[in-house]
């Protein structure tokens, strides 16, 4: 089913008792919700999450798996927080932490589709050599869905409820009456590039979307 010209009406703020959670139950519940992201004008944008990775206790390739660090504090804080981290010096990852505070545990947004550009994404478009990605591609990765909505480690920590940067919306009824009907279905699978714990079917994607990173064509 490809899905595209998408239209996110507000919904309902997620609650962060919702998230108090065990990780692998909130990230394929977050497929379908929207993540909202508002700047300090007042501007916002409304995208939809197609994709999630989720990392919890006792996963190697969880970034808390060992230890709390400066780097990875946010984890520990309990549910209803953003953790976003840097990876090679140059892109970002948001996180949605889930579970009780002292544990580390958070859902890797890998993907969302966003119903618009950003007014003033072209002028921080990077240099391309090639075409420029088209809308339901520049979420298409957690690299590229930060850059796209200007989330950096200024935003780690942070209180996701209205009024903040960041907040989510729960599902609308047309997607969660295409679960039960079947019109929508969810994929899950193992995660994306990692040197530990890749055994684990710890990814949920929207199968059709658009905006998913990277199809598993053995599912």
Request: aromatic share 8%; glycine share 10%.
């Amino acid at each position: 089913m490809g899905i595209a010209s998408p239209t996110f009406p507000p919904q309902t703020p997620i609650d962060p008792i919702w998230l108090d959670r065990p990780v692998t139950a909130v990230a394929p519940d977050l497929i379908g919700c929207h993540l909202v992201r508002q700047w300090p004008d007042g501007r916002i944008l409304r995208s939809c999450i197609v994709e999630t990775e989720a990392y919890g206790p006792g996963d190697p390739a969880c970034h808390g798996y060992r230890r709390r660090t400066a780097r990875n504090g946010s984890m520990f804080e309990g549910a209803g927080r953003a953790y976003v981290y840097q990876i090679y010096g140059l892109y970002h990852c948001l996180n949605i932490v889930t579970g009780q505070a002292g544990v580390a545990s958070a859902v890797l947004i890998r993907a969302v589709m966003l119903e618009r550009e950003p007014e003033d994404w072209p002028d921080r478009r990077p240099p391309r050599k090639s075409k420029p990605d088209p809308l339901h591609r520049l979420g298409a990765g957690p690299g590229k869905l930060c850059q796209v909505l200007a989330i950096d480690r200024r935003l780690d920590g942070t209180q996701l409820e209205p009024g903040q940067a960041l907040h989510l919306e729960r599902r609308s009824p047309e997607f969660e009456a295409g679960l039960g009907t079947g019109s929508i279905a969810l994929v899950q699978t193992t995660r994306i590039g990692l040197s530990q714990g890749q055994d684990l079917p710890w990814r949920w994607y929207w199968a059709g979307a658009q905006s998913v990173s990277k199809i598993d064509r053995r599912a």
